[in-house]
């Protein structure tokens, strides 16, 4: 089924949902596929997708699904919802390369979606730098921040209602740095961004509109090549968590005073995706695990994993893990913490697994889409 028939039938599950108020975002790329552990470019393949999750439902239902540039390249958290739930940013890192279509080259958009129409729709499509990648708003809903992999730039806009206005740019660093992630703190006043080209975490100002390098940079990791990917901030805005894609460990970030590096922990092969529970209580990561190796190759696992932690006291102690796909990327979770959802990009589908507060359980129910789900994303508030 179109993803344009896919929204047509769908509507009344939408209208639902929006009565409820509680949606998860997600955001598939038809363009990249993995064969036996080699990455293929598909020159003919169905359009990139946003979709629309009603997260209140149990289990959770798509509610419908458009056609929107996105991709998988680059950390799992291409998406932002604004506060109100009423505005979605999807960022498209990589395309075809019209020169040559067995190959990517980088894209510069950014999808602005209206998520109060019926089905939502794209309203703007903006510039960005090369290749964005992580996607922010702030708490406000005022202001988002996207981290441009192929420039070592962040781009700044100002949102206002559904209008959103391009700010500029700030560099950070060079191509080679390759920004990954960007989350702001709770009060709007600082960003970090992640470089995992680099090894670094860079903090950044905000006032209104106007972002500035502070001139802190912070290391994270156990060694040389920890490569910081994806970036969260807990609600209270004490504690940074960090999943270090290069050497498989996440790192915990003190941000009371003196931001410091409070702990590291290991997790497994190429931590993809980290995300905090709305409150702030616990933190889930997605391990890629070597599930997206060769079948021969001597470190393939036939699985990824989903690994629950709880935030205490500015540590992280574990609390579950679980059995997911191939090729794992990103997660989220319900407002209530007892749903997670979990992107596979090889069975093409979102996992729904229950949290009870004690027991991590898969339930069972897939969420089907139409490609390969690279990013699903909630509101911070």
Not at 172 to 187: K, M, Q, R
Not at 343 to 360: H, P, R
């Amino acid at each position: 089924m179109t993803p344009g028939l896919r929204s047509i039938v769908l509507l009344t599950s939408l209208a639902a949902a929006a009565a409820r108020a509680e949606f998860a975002v997600a955001a598939t790329d038809n363009k990249l596929i993995l064969v036996d552990g080699a990455r293929r470019v598909l020159a003919s393949h169905a359009p990139d997708t946003f979709d629309l999750i009603d997260l209140s439902a149990r289990p959770p239902r798509l509610v419908a699904e458009i056609p929107v540039p996105t991709s998988v390249i680059g950390p799992p958290l291409s998406l932002a919802v604004a506060p109100d739930e009423k505005l979605a940013l999807d960022t498209s890192c990589m395309k075809v390369d019209p020169q040559d279509p067995t190959k990517q080259t980088a894209d510069d958009r950014l999808s602005v979606i209206d998520l109060t129409t019926n089905p939502p729709r794209v309203i703007a499509t903006l510039q960005t730098g090369l290749g964005p990648a992580g996607v922010a708003i702030n708490r406000q809903g005022t202001l988002a921040l996207v981290a441009n992999r192929a420039e070592g730039s962040v781009s700044i806009f100002a949102l206002a209602g559904p209008v959103v206005t391009p700010q500029g740019k700030l560099v950070i660093g060079n191509a080679a740095s390759a920004l990954a992630s960007v989350a702001f703190t709770p009060d709007g006043k600082q960003a970090l961004v992640s470089r995992d080209g680099d090894d670094l975490v860079t903090f950044l100002a905000v006032d209104g509109s106007r972002v500035t390098r502070t001139g802190r940079d912070l290391r994270t990791g156990l060694h040389p090549g920890a490569r910081p990917y994806g970036l969260d901030i807990t609600r209270d805005g004490r504690t940074a968590v960090v999943a270090n894609d290069g050497e498989g460990t996440i790192s915990v970030i003190d941000l009371r005073g003196e931001p410091r590096v409070a702990q590291t922990l290991r997790v497994g092969p190429t931590p993809e995706g980290i995300k905090l529970s709305p409150d702030g209580t616990l933190c889930a990561v997605i391990v890629e695990n070597n599930s997206d190796k060769a079948k021969a190759a001597p470190a393939f696992n036939d699985f990824g994993l989903l690994e629950i932690f709880r935030v205490a006291d500015g540590r992280l102690t574990p609390a579950g893990e679980a059995h997911i796909g191939h090729w794992s990327q990103g997660v989220a979770f319900s407002t209530d913490n007892r749903v997670l959802l979990v992107c596979n990009m090889v069975e093409k589908n979102l996992q729904v697994f229950a949290w009870d507060g004690a027991t991590l359980r898969d339930t069972g129910q897939p969420l089907v889409l139409g490609g390969g789900p690279v990013a699903v994303r909630t509101a911070d508030r």
